[in-house]
Nanobody, 115 residues
Framework: QVQLVESGGGLVQAGGSLRLSCAAS????????MNWYRQAPGKQREFVAA???????NYVDSVKGRFTISRDNAKNTVYLQMNSLKPEDTAVYYC?????????WGQGTQVTVSS
């Protein structure tokens, strides 16, 4: 089982930046991919960014050019650097790990972007 803990959320003005962190622990060997999702009030959870064990990276179109996903294998941590934030980026951001057929989720971290 993989445990995930997110941090780094907060309140920021439009145009600002935040860096989210997701620290993984437990059975982290052979994790296939680490992902970031977000869920805004009244909306479904949506995919934001992914990084696979092989280094393949994907983003949802709405964050391309503004968000960057990266990882530090030595720290078992995945990051989401968010620049040029917009009010529509306001959401709870969740870290997700895919290992074989199983998905693990963190508790989420709130990101609020004021206009």
């Amino acid at each position: 089982q993989v445990q995930l803990v997110e941090s780094g959320g907060g309140l920021v003005q439009a145009g600002g930046s935040l860096r989210l962190s997701c620290a993984a622990s437990g059975s982290i060997f052979n994790i296939n991919a680490m992902n970031w999702y977000r869920q805004a009030p009244g909306k479904q959870r949506e995919f934001v960014a992914a990084i696979t064990s092989g280094g393949t990276i994907n983003y949802v179109d709405s964050v391309k050019g503004r968000f960057t996903i990266s990882r530090d294998n030595a720290k078992n941590t995945v990051y989401l650097q968010m620049n040029s934030l917009k009010p529509e980026d306001t959401a709870v951001y969740y870290c997700n790990a895919i290992k074989e057929a199983f998905a693990s989720w963190g508790q989420g971290t709130q990101v609020t972007v004021s206009s």
